[in-house]
């Protein structure tokens, strides 16, 4: 069965709003979450680590302040994408890792986000 | 040289065929590989992961590691047209990150 689910699956906003994505651990507590953004044909792309209660780490060039992340529990982290453009369109996946020494993650099914 | 380098393809194979897909990677302090196949407009999904150098055996898959050569391969046995997707490979750096190739397309002919 599913590890991780997302919430909404496909999401069309117009610009200038904001859009709150979450993702869920189903199966374990998660302290780390990861966010992704995949463009088309292109591979997946950190975006930023998500630690519960603590914030979040950023990878060089994602704005902090577009891209608001929360993880207030051990099985929820929120994306929100503040005053989306059109260029912010693109699909959005969140991944769990599975606390052990392997550190394998499970991504959840994404969110297609596009903005008009 | 990019961290993590895979034949973008497409790779294509006749169905029942050995499907053979290699990713090389530049971080020698990676100790993790993972291997996840994506189908088109879906998340990626975790098929197999090593972390001793040899091989490894799952099913139709088989992963093999040579962290001398910074190597590591995934073949698929007896390959079907379900099997038609990109395949990504993924070496965990320090910092517990993953780091993605563009990943190989592979296509398997009916």
């Known amino acids: 069965g599913a590890v991780v689910s997302q919430h909404p699956s496909w999401v069309i906003c117009k610009s200038g709003t904001s859009v709150k994505i979450e993702c869920r651990s189903l199966?374990?507590?998660?302290?780390?979450m990861f966010w992704y953004r995949q463009f088309p044909k292109q591979s997946l792309m950190l975006m930023a680590t998500?630690?519960?209660?603590?914030?979040?780490?950023?990878e060089q060039g994602v704005e902090k302040d577009k891209f608001l992340i929360n993880h207030a529990s051990l099985t929820l982290s929120t994306l929100t994408v503040t005053s989306a453009h059109p260029e912010d369109s693109s699909f959005y996946i969140c991944?769990?890792?599975?606390?052990?020494?392997?550190?394998?993650?499970?991504f959840g099914p994404g969110t297609r986000l596009t903005v008009t | 040289q990019k961290e993590v380098e895979q034949n973008s393809g497409p790779l294509s194979v006749p169905e029942g065929a050995i499907a053979s897909l290699n990713c090389t990677y530049s971080?020698?302090?990676?100790?993790?590989f993972f291997w996840y196949r994506q189908y088109s407009g879906k998340s990626p999904e975790l098929i197999m992961f090593i972390y001793s150098n040899g091989d490894k055996e799952d099913g139709r898959f088989t992963a093999q590691l040579n962290k001398a050569s910074q190597y590591v391969s995934l073949l698929i046995r007896d390959s079907q047209p379900s099997d038609s997707a990109t395949y990504l490979c993924a070496p965990k750096s320090s910092g517990d990150k993953l780091t993605f190739g563009t990943g190989t397309r592979l296509a398997v002919r009916p």
């Open positions: 971080d020698r302090g990676s100790q993790s």
């Open positions: 991944s769990v890792r599975r606390p052990g020494q392997l550190y394998e993650q499970y």
């Open positions: 199966d374990f507590q998660a302290t780390t």
């Open positions: 998500s630690n519960e209660g603590s914030k979040a780490t950023y």
